[in-house]
């Protein structure tokens, strides 16, 4: 760190790149000094856009900088625990897109390279660091929806068939399962503070890429849940929390929708409907965190586990649907 500003390097130049790179350069203590793509040219056109002082050819060359103290990660997902690692061994911070990577044993690799190093990591899943996932928090501590019935979630885009797209190639970490299940299956493990007890999964599979997921899971205790993902709906990006006393109903949960502040719902047994409104910036918030020095534990343990309940979907995928447990990695 160069005083109190860190200082970025981007590996990556796709579409949510640009994104990030404009939530970097505008969050306080933060500079973006270089980014990297495969190719020399397009890191030095990008850079000259976005006002990135280094256009480097190479990700490795990217982690030799010494202008660099923290990385942000923006390639296919099967590309993630890679760099990631190679980031923290060269003693940069990381900032990783989601999916963290693609299994559990990838991401329990990217966590143990960044404790040797010393480094903080956080996957890059915006909604987490809302203002409102704030008070999602502070209604489940309180059990303000009573005790937990049923939680179900969906997220969907419609975009079947783009071949170039690294989300249809499986070599890539393709498929709406990690792509989406990051999100829903994420969302039921915020809901409940834990994993399922079990799993069973179906997915629509087309050249061996998800498609479609949809899956039940039961958390004992009477608790269960629902997904439901898919690239060949139009936009969804819903939950429910469903309790004995009031339902909380979001959405626009991953990203609030562009036109209005992110609100959600709260319906009780009476029959009486709240809703509530929220300002506030999630990535900002988020690059807040990673570059602070106040414990990321919560978000760590969060990646870890979403990524267990999604190589337990796929579990039970490849068994034609059949219960799977969900191990605990540690
Ligand atoms: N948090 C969020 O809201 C969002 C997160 N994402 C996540 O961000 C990540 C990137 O997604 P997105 O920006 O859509 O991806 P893109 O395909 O647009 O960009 C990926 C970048 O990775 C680099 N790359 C390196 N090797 C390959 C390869 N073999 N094929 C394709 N690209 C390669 C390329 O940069 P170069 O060639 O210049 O090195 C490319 O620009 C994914 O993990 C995705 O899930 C995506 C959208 C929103
Ligand atoms: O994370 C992301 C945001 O949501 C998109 C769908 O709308 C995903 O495909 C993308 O990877």
Redesign the pocket.
Known sequence: MSGSITRFGVIGTGRITRRLVADLQSTEGVEVTAIASRSGERARWYGDQYGIGAGVEGYAGLLKRDDVDAVYISLPPSMHAEWAIAAAQAGKHVLCE?PLTVSVAETIAVDDACRDAGVRWLDATGWLHHDRTDAFVGWLDDQRFGKLGHISASVS?FQPFQSDDH?LDATLGGGCIL??GWYAGGLVRFATGKLPLWVSADAVMIDGVSQRLTAIMGFGDDVTATLSCGYDTA?RKWFEIAGSESSLICDDF?RPWPDRPARCWIHDAAGTVQSETFEGHQERNMITKLVGDKSLARYQRQAIDTQTILDSLQQSIDAGGAKVSTPRPF
Request: net charge positive.
């Open positions: 989601k885009f989300r792509d989406l936009t991953t």
